[in-house]
């Protein structure tokens, strides 16, 4: 993953997302998995599998979506670098999750696989906090789609991945590579594929962003994050305390 800045580019690599990941897979909720790897565009978990499976994400993007009965699909969720995926969900929601890149995952033995001592109850907390995270990204994907324009649902997304990526956290980096197409952005905010395309213009002009060969860059992030009054603050860990 690359990330732009004004004062050149500051790459975020997929060995550095491996090395975050190998310190917090010494945890010893992950006691136990296995790495596996996808290609881009292969099925990760399918309607009509019913074997749950929990894996930690350590590179690459996941798409979860659903058919609708007309033919046409909608995207739930993305899931990015860092998350903790539980497929029990999907298959109770009949969604399907597949890579978006070449990904590399950590998958952990089952709940009913694992044994007492394994620290079942420490994977236990990590996936009710990934619910928790997954929950509130889910409330503003609704209000998203539900009560604001083409523009504000568009950048909202971007902003929001930014976020999770943690973009912002280097001082320097204003933007990242980004996998998704117009086709998928769409699907993700309830807009038409030519609707995004004179949004993904409209901010190019107004000097807001550009998505342009599968890089995303914020031109001015602050004042686009006034204009469609993103509030990252869904998005912060919830405190354990309260779980």
């Not at 580019?9 to 296995?34: D, H, I, N, P, W």
């Not at 342009?212 to 919830?238: C, H, I, N, Q, T």
Request: glycine share 8%; net charge neutral; hydrophobic share 40%.
């Amino acid at each position: 993953m690359f990330a732009y800045g004004v004062w050149g580019m500051v790459t975020l690599t997929t060995a550095e997302y491996e090395l975050s990941a190998s310190r917090q897979l010494k945890r010893r909720e992950f006691a136990g998995g296995a790495y596996r790897g996808y290609q881009a565009g292969e099925t990760i978990f399918e309607v009509g599998n019913r074997r749950a499976r929990i894996f930690y994400l350590v590179s690459g993007w996941i798409i979860s979506w659903k058919l609708l009965p007309n033919g046409t699909r909608m995207v739930s969720d993305f899931s990015l670098p860092g998350d903790i995926v539980w497929t029990a969900s999907a298959e109770l929601s009949r969604e399907t999750m597949q890579a978006l890149s070449n990904i590399r995952i950590y998958e952990l033995p089952a709940l009913g696989d694992r044994k007492p001592e394994s620290a079942s109850n420490d994977l236990h907390r990590a996936l009710l906090l990934e619910m928790v995270r997954r929950q509130a990204r889910l409330t503003e994907r609704m209000a998203n789609i539900g009560r604001r324009d083409a523009l504000a649902r568009t950048a909202h997304l971007l902003l929001e991945l930014a976020v999770r990526l943690g973009v912002f956290q280097h001082e320097s980096a204003d933007g990242f590579e980004c996998p998704l197409t117009q086709a998928e952005i769409g699907d993700a905010v309830g807009l038409s594929t030519v609707h995004i395309n004179r949004v993904l213009k409209d901010m190019r002009l107004s000097g807001l962003l550009v998505f342009k060969s599968g890089v995303v860059e914020f031109l001015d992030r602050k004042k686009l994050e006034e204009l469609v009054d993103f509030d990252p603050s869904y998005l912060a860990p919830p405190p354990e305390r309260r779980l």
